[in-house]
């Protein structure tokens, strides 16, 4: 019998860290959301501040690295 890739160290650590990843892309996302909420005309014409914009889109780039990285570690140790 064999035994469940779970259990395998290195699937452990690559599926999990990218799970982190994702998480933590997932809060600066969730932060940039409150931080337009809180704006007084969310709807304006005018752009919101670089540092919100930046922040957007370093979630972004987090939650898909990720997202990626688990994906690239269920892939190589399962098949």
Do not use: C, K
């Not at 452990?12 to 990218?18: I, R």
């Not at 982190?20 to 809060?27: D, E, K, M, N």
């Amino acid at each position: 019998m064999s035994q469940s890739a779970a259990f395998y160290d290195r699937f452990f650590l690559s599926v999990n860290a990218g799970l982190l990843i994702t998480a933590v892309g997932a809060a600066l996302l969730l932060v940039t959301a409150i931080a337009l909420s809180r704006r007084p005309e969310p709807f304006a014409r005018e752009h919101p501040p670089s540092r919100i914009r930046a922040l957007a889109a370093v979630g972004t780039a987090l939650f898909l690295v990720g997202l990626a990285w688990q994906v690239v570690g269920y892939a190589r140790y399962v098949r």
